[in-house]
């Protein structure tokens, strides 16, 4: 069983900056890819970012290409997403998931939801105008 717990959300103003982390409860981190996703009120849950076992592939929706950067240490089992340039728009409850495929190949599709098979519970994001 994977469990992931989310920190780092908070209230912060446009143009700021946040950095979130998701501690994994998994014997072996490395035989999981990691993602970021997000879900703003009456919308769908969407992806943000992934990252390989390795941290070597990354993987980033194209709203948020540029502004953030997912990484991975895996000798904390821990996974972080750093979050600059923030937008009002960037306002939702963020979710780290884990999937036991380590890797994916580059050039590969976004993924959806049903690409990861562990959540976490979640830490709210909130950017202010």
């Known amino acids: 069983q994977v469990q992931l717990v989310e920190s780092g959300g908070g209230l912060v103003q446009a143009g700021g900056s946040l950095r979130l982390s998701c501690a994994a409860s998994v014997r072996t981190f490395t035989l999981y890819r990691m993602g970021w996703f997000r879900q703003a009120p009456g919308e769908e849950r969407e992806f943000v970012a992934a990252i390989s076992w390795s941290g070597i592939r990354t993987l980033y929706a194209d709203s948020v290409k540029g502004r953030f950067t997912v990484s991975r240490d895996n000798n904390k089992n821990t996974v972080y997403l750093q979050m600059n340039s923030l937008k009002p728009e960037d306002s939702a409850v963020y979710y780290c998931?884990?999937?036991?495929?380590?890797?994916?190949?580059?050039?590969?599709?976004?993924?959806?939801?049903?690409?990861?098979?562990?959540w976490g519970q979640g830490t709210q994001v909130t950017v202010s105008s």
């Open positions: 998931a884990a999937d036991p495929k380590p890797s994916f190949p580059d050039g590969a599709r976004l993924f959806n939801i049903q690409d990861f098979a562990y």
